[in-house]
């Protein structure tokens, strides 16, 4: 099982990027998945997550109404859109996938990883 992650850069804070995370190795179609992400010296955070049809979706407080969540399960690929990036966004930024049925928040609850993305925002 793989889950690769790609997206991730440098830009200036109020610009945008769109991360994806292309699985393979299993169908992740009927699985929950999600966005974390880890600043340096921070524990790692959640940022969004998306049910197995996209109908539900959950956001943390400090990227609603920036950052959107999707997947393509035709593709096997999870997005995300992130607008009016902010230099708090700055980390490292991991897809996940979870067998569970609902859209956790702890990173406990994922069962699979893909190696993360860094995204840096300057000022």
């Known amino acids: 099982v793989q889950l690769q992650a790609s997206g991730g850069g440098l830009v200036q804070a109020g610009g945008s990027l769109r991360l994806s995370c292309a699985g393979s190795?299993?169908?992740?179609?009927?699985?929950?998945m999600a966005w974390f992400r880890q600043a340096p010296g921070k524990e790692r955070e959640f940022v969004a997550g998306?049910?197995?049809?996209?109908?539900?979706?959950n956001y943390a407080d400090s990227v609603t109404g920036r950052f959107t969540i999707s997947r393509d399960n035709a593709k096997s690929t999870l997005y995300l859109q992130m607008n009016n990036l902010k230099p708090e966004d700055t980390a490292v930024y991991y897809c996940?996938?979870?067998?569970?049925?609902?859209?956790?928040?702890?990173?406990?609850?994922?069962?699979?990883w893909g190696q993360g993305t860094q995204v840096t925002v300057s000022s």
């Open positions: 996940a996938v979870s067998v569970q049925m609902i859209i956790g928040t702890e990173s406990c609850l994922y069962d699979y």
């Open positions: 190795g299993r169908t992740f179609s009927k699985d929950i």
């Open positions: 998306i049910s197995w049809n996209g109908g539900s979706t």
